[in-house]
Antibody, heavy 127, light 108 residues
Framework: QVQLVQSGAEVKKPGASVKVSCKASGYTFTSYAMHWVRQAPGQRLEWMGWINAGNGNTKYSQKFQGRVTITRDTSASTAYMELSSLRSEDTAVYYC????????????????????WGQGTMVTVSS | SYELTQPPSVSVSPGQTARITCSGDALPKQYAYWYQQKPGQAPVLVIYKDSERPSGIPERFSGSSSGTTVTLTISGVQAEDEADYYCQSADSSGTLWVFGGGTKLTVL
């Protein structure tokens, strides 16, 4: 079945970096986009960015520009999200979510249907 | 930056109809999507492209759009529908995504 399995919980010190993985199975990895979304305790969902798993193109939220890097390894059907210069406010559950790619306009972009989600990865930033 | 606005909470009795709204300036141009999230779980897509329902989602979930406001309607609310609901859409460029603040649905 189609599923996304994320890496385990992380505890990091302020200023460090964290890299979370998201392994896809049950579908053609390179035909879709992957988004990363986070949720601080008791807070709203917050979109961070996406990657076209086929060609590696990325787009990031302005809020995280310069601190977040989304990559993928097509041979492993895995997407990664790395967040640097961590601070306590980055303590959150981080999710990956699959999205359909629309390539009708010459270039491909996700349409917004976050149809499959990973189970989430808790990242705690504490000194 | 672009924002989507939802009411913080909605309360209904079992069997009644719940309506959750989401407002945003780009909604006339961009599709909206709705997610249900229960405590400790990942979100689940319940409506896509304003009014389409994914397979496996009960028919009591429906969506509509009018101008800068989209609405998630849950007819015949059941106790299991108690959850947080988030709308999501893109800004006018269509490449940057945003979630609303979430609405807590309480089934009385």
């Amino acid at each position: 079945q189609v599923q996304l399995v994320q890496s385990g919980a992380e505890v990091k010190k302020p200023g460090a970096s964290v890299k979370v993985s998201c392994k896809a199975s049950g579908y053609t990895f390179t035909s879709y986009a992957m988004h990363w979304v986070r949720q601080a305790p008791g807070q709203r969902l917050e979109w961070m960015g996406w990657i076209n798993a086929g060609n590696g193109n990325t787009k990031y939220s302005q809020k995280f520009q310069g601190r977040v890097t989304i990559t993928r390894d097509t041979s492993a059907s895995t997407a990664y999200m790395e967040l640097s210069s961590l601070r306590s406010e980055d303590t959150a559950v981080y999710y990956c979510a699959r999205d359909v790619l629309d390539c009708s306009g010459g270039s491909c972009a996700p349409v917004g249907t976050f149809d499959i989600w990973g189970q989430g990865t808790m990242v705690t930033v504490s000194s | 930056s672009y924002e989507l606005t939802q009411p913080p909470s909605v309360s209904v009795s079992p069997g009644q109809t719940a309506r959750i709204t989401c407002s945003g300036d780009a909604l006339p141009k961009q599709y909206a999507y709705w997610y249900q999230q229960k405590p400790g779980q990942a979100p689940v897509l319940v409506i896509y492209k304003d009014s389409e329902r994914p397979s496996g989602i009960p028919e009591r979930f429906s969506g509509s759009s009018s101008g800068t406001t989209v609405t998630l309607t849950i007819s015949g609310v059941q106790a299991e529908d108690e959850a947080d609901y988030y709308c999501q859409s893109a800004d006018s460029s269509g490449t940057l995504w945003v979630f609303g603040g979430g609405t807590k649905l309480t089934v009385l």
